[in-house]
């Protein structure tokens, strides 16, 4: 059974800022390198943020400098940072660790619309 569960997204104005937040089950979650993913309308799912256990992260080049992730390993929870939002990151975003053979499923994602 699939336990992510995404919140915090909403409607923003270009240049605003939201704070995404993840809550991951212990098998997925633990020792693994957790990631946000993002689907934009029309578009294939794509990686956004990741994170190792350690707290290495990496980032697509299109969010480089306005995101930040983060994560909790007590709590198992990981957080996306989203400053100076584009209408371009609109889109439904996920968590979910960043290598595949860990994954179980996906979760609902939470909504991002980026408007004036």
């Known amino acids: 059974q699939v336990q992510l569960v995404e919140s915090g997204g909403g409607l923003v104005q270009p240049g605003g800022s939201l704070r995404l937040s993840c809550v991951a089950s212990?098998?997925?979650?633990?020792?693994?390198?957790m990631a946000w993913f993002r689907r934009g309308p029309g578009k294939q799912r794509e990686l956004v943020a990741s994170i190792t256990s350690v707290g290495t992260t990496n980032y697509a080049d299109s969010v480089k400098g306005r995101f930040t992730i983060s994560r909790d390993n007590d709590k198992n929870t990981v957080n996306l940072q989203m400053n100076s939002l584009k209408a371009e990151d609109t889109a439904v975003y996920y968590c979910?660790?960043?290598?595949?053979?860990?994954?179980?499923?996906w979760g609902q994602g939470t909504q991002v619309t980026v408007s004036s």
């Open positions: 979910n660790a960043q290598e595949p053979w860990y994954r179980l499923g």
């Open positions: 212990g098998s997925i979650f633990r020792g693994k390198a």
